[in-house]
């Protein structure tokens, strides 16, 4: 699997990284390590996950496999989200290092802050940043879900505190149904030197198709936690959508599934699509999609049936 750097830093992705929000509920320990041992197996370095999936299970789950040997510390880039309790220093912290306990290892790869915090003076926010990375505890720090504006403050009074850990990173939302990070984060994000990691490309699932004739009772959209999650990406507009990924795939003898990742993928400024998947049978069709490559007039019909 080809490797990316993160925007202007020197951290190296695969362009396809590894969600683990299902770990430790929907998919249990043994399916998980299935699919990180596939993952690496593929030349999959990139492994997301957060202290809210399954309350810290998802970061266990792999703390366990991890400690196992399932698979090599060094052959990953762990990036873990910030605890969900605001931006307050002591609370990003004490965040991290239980993230530390669960995931059993002695840094994150890339620490992603968690979402604006108007009640927090951001310098206090970016010298736990700088802290933890003195520490040896982070490598590289990102955010999560910033708006534009956001993110260029973050960037700017990073510098101009003469803070050295700059952000490199911004996670949010990207597919062919969810577009809004083009209005103001992906700029941003290409003028600040930061690379977005892109997660739910596959629109929630619903840009495979699978949802068409109705919804799989082995999919997310029948699961009762998820089934929300799903539903908010199915509606008349998200069908002509599918429609059109599905009639693309047919030209290319190829699977929704991969051209709606390779969409994504290789949109400008993105440093890696994050996926999710139920087991490793499915991880695998997504892993399958390195080699495909959209030509220039179905990527720009794509563009057009999803222009927002």
């Known amino acids: 699997m080809q490797r990316r750097r993160v925007g202007g830093s020197g951290l190296q992705v695969s362009r396809v990284g590894l969600g683990t929000m299902t770990w430790g509920a929907d998919t249990d320990a043994d399916a998980a390590g299935e699919q990180l041992l596939a993952f690496v197996e593929a030349g999959g370095t990139l492994v997301e996950t957060a ?3 399954g309350d810290g299970a998802a970061q266990s789950v792999l703390g366990d496999h ?7 510390r060094e052959d990953l880039v762990v990036a873990a989200r910030g605890t969900p309790e605001g931006s307050a220093r002591g609370s990003l912290l004490h965040g991290l290092d239980a993230t530390l306990g669960r995931l059993r290892t002695d840094h994150l790869d890339l620490w992603q802050l968690p979402g604006w915090d108007a009640h927090v003076p951001l310098e206090e926010t970016l010298s736990a940043v700088q802290v933890a990375v003195l520490a040896g505890k982070v490598r590289y720090a990102g955010l999560v879900a910033p708006s534009g504006w956001q993110l260029a403050t973050v960037a700017e009074r990073a510098r101009g505190v003469g803070n050295l850990v700059l952000p490199v990173a911004a996670q949010a939302e990207y597919s062919l149904l969810h577009r809004a990070a083009e209005r103001e984060l992906l700029p941003a994000a290409r003028f600040h030197g930061l690379g977005l990691l892109a997660w739910a490309p596959l629109g929630r699932g619903v840009l495979t198709g699978k949802y068409t004739d109705g919804t799989p009772a082995d999919s ?3 699961s009762p936690a998820l089934a929300p999650y799903v ?3 199915r509606n008349e507009r998200s069908a002509r959508i599918v429609q059109s990924v599905l009639t693309a795939a047919d030209g290319l003898g190829t699977s929704p599934l991969a ?12 440093a890696a699509a994050v996926v999710g998947a139920r087991d490793a049978a499915q991880l695998t069709a997504s892993l399958a999609t390195e080699t495909v490559l959209l ?7 794509l563009d057009d049936v999803s222009a927002p």
């Open 51 to 53: 202290d809210v999936y």
């Open 66 to 72: 991890l400690a196992a040997g399932l698979v090599a």
């Open 220 to 222: 997310r959209g029948s």
């Open 231 to 233: 539903e908010a990406r």
């Open 259 to 270: 051209v709606a990742l390779a969409w994504v993928r290789d949109r400008p400024g993105v």
């Open 295 to 301: 030509p220039p007039e179905i990527r720009a019909a």
